[in-house]
């Protein structure tokens, strides 16, 4: 019990650490680059930021605080306004919001957005492959990375216990979406194969092992964050045990592209011993 109460303690002081800093940074980064967050600009004189700075730092406190259905409301007007719609920032702190909820103990307020059916989840997912979208030039996409791998795990997991219960096309959605949000992601794309390759769709299938087979040749695992390391380790065994049933050489092929990533590893070597490669 006061192990747990101490990790959750530490957990709490992490996570406000984190926030903090996110403000801050937020704060000296924005308020160089306020011209991407601004309308028609007047040559003589410079027109006020379509959402302050201010505005912005208040919904990072209220995420702070977990206060994420006033983060929701607001956001809801700024994404709606054509005015703002645009902006990248305001789809993130929704997606934040929403995972939020999502991790919630609040009995009331997960079962007012039906977390326990992964429906904040599933906003999450979406609103931050909107916020991808809107952030063409990856502008502030870096800020966020521990956020994506707090999200990629909740993802993940429910991934993996769909494909545990043959539901197939709902684990679908959940790779595509990780897809969405790094689509330099080969763990995602060989589940996201997978699943097409479950579902008898041989074409997407094909599709989607090519991207990443090609993903994995040309980077390997660099610049893999340790969740998406967690993920490739997961699809490169499933689909090897999967494939090896109906085409052995492909299984073996996989196997063989994941041999320098996970050489060693208990379960990878195991696989490899029982397809025979």
Not at 64 to 92: F, G, Q, S
Not at 210 to 219: S, T
Request: proline letters at 2%; aromatic letters at 12%; a negative charge.
């Amino acid at each position: 019990m006061k192990s747990a109460m101490i990790f959750n303690m530490t957990s709490i002081i992490k996570k406000q650490t984190w926030l903090y800093c996110l403000i801050f940074i937020a704060t000296s980064f924005l308020s160089t680059d306020v011209l991407a967050q601004r309308g028609n600009q007047n040559d003589d004189k410079p027109s006020k930021p379509l959402i302050s700075q201010e505005e912005y730092n208040k919904l990072l406190m209220w995420i702070v605080d977990e206060k994420y259905e006033n983060v929701l409301y607001k956001c809801i007007r700024y994404t709606e306004d054509d005015k703002t719609k645009k902006l990248p920032l305001p789809y993130v702190y929704m997606a934040q919001a929403y995972l939020g909820i999502h991790t919630s103990d609040d009995h009331d307020l997960r079962e007012q957005y039906q977390a326990d059916k992964n429906k904040a989840l599933k906003n999450s997912l979406k609103y931050t492959s909107k916020f991808v979208k809107k952030d063409k030039e990856k502008e502030y996409y870096h800020e966020f990375t521990e956020f994506y791998e707090d999200l990629r795990k909740e993802a993940k997991n429910a991934a993996e216990t769909e494909m545990d219960n043959l539901k197939f096309t709902k684990a679908k959605s959940y790779y595509k979406y990780l897809t969405d949000i790094d689509p330099e992601d080969p763990g995602a794309w060989l589940m996201y194969a997978a699943v097409f390759k479950k579902l008898n769709s041989k074409k997407e299938a094909l599709e989607n092992y090519n991207i990443a087979r090609n993903l994995l040749l040309d980077f390997g695992g660099r610049g893999l964050s340790d969740v998406q390391t967690e993920l490739l380790h997961y699809a490169i065994i499933y689909n090897a045990e999967f494939l090896s049933t109906i085409d052995r050489a492909e299984a073996l092929e996989w196997l063989a592209l994941g041999d320098d990533l996970f050489s060693g590893d208990r379960e990878f070597e195991a696989v490899k011993r029982s397809i025979g490669g």
